[in-house]
């Protein structure tokens, strides 16, 4: 079975840099898609970035293109979030998602989820 667990949320000041994990475990993940989503107060979560775990293709929202960085370690099982130049409307609940194969935008998709770690940004 598998399972995601996040860490490295905290709260940082804007245009401050942090850097979120999501160990996986359950599976060698070679044909996954791991994803980020973040969930504001108030708001519907959405979609944040992917990566396709077998050739390294990423994705990302509009939102946070040329801020954010997705990236792995296939020996540890881990997928990264680098975040950068972090906003005040960055501050949410952060959680990884996995799925078979490909990476998709549609929260229904996936069917495992980590705990989630909060982010929060003061201005």
């Known amino acids: 079975q598998v399972q995601l667990v996040e860490s490295g949320g905290g709260l940082v000041q804007a245009g401050d840099s942090l850097r979120l994990s999501c160990a996986a475990s359950?599976?060698?993940?070679?044909?996954?898609?791991m994803a980020w989503f973040r969930q504001a107060p108030g708001k519907e979560r959405e979609f944040v970035g992917g990566?396709?775990?077998?050739?390294?293709?990423?994705y990302y929202a509009d939102s946070v293109k040329g801020r954010f960085t997705i990236s792995r370690s296939k020996a540890k099982n881990t997928v990264y979030l680098q975040m950068n130049s972090l906003k005040a409307e960055d501050t949410a609940v952060y959680y990884c998602?996995?799925?078979?194969?490909?990476?998709?935008?549609?929260?229904?998709?996936?069917?495992?989820w980590g705990q989630g770690t909060q982010v929060t940004v003061s201005s």
């Open positions: 990566i396709r775990w077998s050739d390294d293709n990423t």
């Open positions: 998602a996995a799925r078979l194969f490909v990476v998709t935008r549609r929260i229904s998709s996936y069917n495992y």
């Open positions: 359950g599976d060698t993940f070679s044909n996954y898609a």
